[in-house]
């Protein structure tokens, strides 16, 4: 058994880094729409990486129901944490959202504010016009309901967590032959086994045999499958079992690439991963990820009423080079304003939300 699982987490600054590359994969593959998939490879880091953070709270915290001591003040100021981290910059967005408006925020607010808006694509099977990406930050915060509450029932079995990543190949397929495979991602039970991985990642991090398995040439190997799978299923039967199996790969290739780089630091430097700039991004990366997609929205309605219709202008500025360039450091600004007056300031707060200690007799009898 590869303990302790519940020991401090060392800050890694490299993850950052790799943060920062996963979500701009994700918001260049939103706003120039390449004919390679690039924004699920950020994706699945992104989940992965949360399994991994999620997992080491909980764990090192003590915050799950039956913990020694008193673990329901410790689970409450974990949930508590969460929403002061996620929701007060998601409603910041909203309100951005019905500023412009965007159609499907104004004509469904209910499922914005709980907020459910997977569950809503789901229902519509469509995406909501600037506001698609926030299904993923519904699946987050469902996540971060309910794995204290799964990590208590499996604790740190290996056999029983990779159950759980199992669950979610299963459901994919399961769901997908038996209702539908349309939008069948956006589901919380679909992004299990990426989750998983995560935790997985932490619960094997302090072994000896994590840095057997992390190699440079492991972490090429799981991509270069993955994207051999992309190229031969993308387009099979609609794309649908390309849908079924894709994130258990992803999950592989996600975890030993965060593997790596937790195992090879000095790797991480030498590939510019702790690059000032990278650090800066991936610090602010919630933000990056907020508003990126309603941008577009508003850079195409700015050219619509600038630009007569079919005018050489028009279609120049709706390119895709002339689009990040205007867009990127727009983007940036409202990101580092997010950070300065709303994301900064409730991160200071959270120190007054701290845990209940957790006495040495109850560490060394979990150990």
């Not at 699920?40 to 090192?60: D, K, P």
């Not at 309100?95 to 459910?116: C, D, H, I, N, R």
């Not at 933000?287 to 600038?306: A, D, E, I, S």
């Amino acid at each position: 058994m590869p303990e302790p699982a519940g020991a401090p987490t060392a800050y890694h600054t490299e993850l950052n880094g790799a943060r920062a590359i996963a979500i701009w994969l994700v918001v260049l593959q939103h706003w120039i729409a390449p004919p390679v998939m690039m924004g699920e490879m950020g994706r699945q880091i992104l989940f992965v990486l949360s399994g991994y953070l999620i997992s080491s709270i909980v764990w090192e915290k003590q915050a799950y129901p039956g913990a020694p001591g008193n673990w329901r003040q410790r689970l409450g100021t974990f949930y508590l944490r969460r929403v002061l981290r996620i929701i007060p910059p998601y409603y910041c967005t909203l309100a951005l959202s019905a500023l412009l408006p965007l159609a499907t925020v104004q004509e469904y607010p209910a499922w914005f504010m709980l907020p459910v808006a997977n569950q809503l694509f789901y229902h519509l099977q469509r995406w909501g016009e600037g506001c698609g990406h926030l299904w993923t930050l519904a699946v987050e915060e469902q996540f971060y309901l309910i794995w204290p509450l799964l990590l208590a029932f499996v604790g740190q079995r290996w056999r029983w967590l990779l159950l759980v990543g199992i669950a979610g190949l299963a459901f994919r397929i399961g769901w997908g032959l038996l209702v539908t495979s349309g939008f069948l991602l956006v589901l919380l039970p679909s992004s299990l086994d990426l989750f998983t991985a995560g935790t997985l990642l932490r619960l094997f991090e302090k072994s000896g045999q994590l840095e057997q398995w992390v190699r440079g040439w492991h972490v090429l190997l799981a991509w270069a499958v993955w994207w051999t799978l992309w190229a031969l299923l993308h387009n099979y039967h609609g794309g649908a079992t390309w849908l079924m199996v894709f994130p258990a790969v992803g999950a592989v290739a996600a975890s030993l690439t965060l593997g790596w780089l937790l195992c090879y630091p000095a790797a991480a430097r030498r590939l510019g991963l702790v690059h000032p700039v990278l650090l800066w991004v991936g610090k602010r990366s919630f933000g990056v990820y907020l508003y990126h997609l309603m941008l577009p929205v508003l850079w195409q309605r700015v050219v619509f009423k600038l630009c007569a219709a079919g005018s050489e202008w028009r279609v120049l500025l709706l390119k895709p080079l002339p689009t990040v360039l205007v867009l990127i450091p727009l983007l940036l600004l409202i990101t580092a304003a997010s950070w300065r007056f709303v994301e900064e300031p409730l991160s200071q707060f959270k120190r007054y939300l701290t845990y209940s200690p957790i006495r040495a007799k109850q560490a060394s009898a979990r150990s």
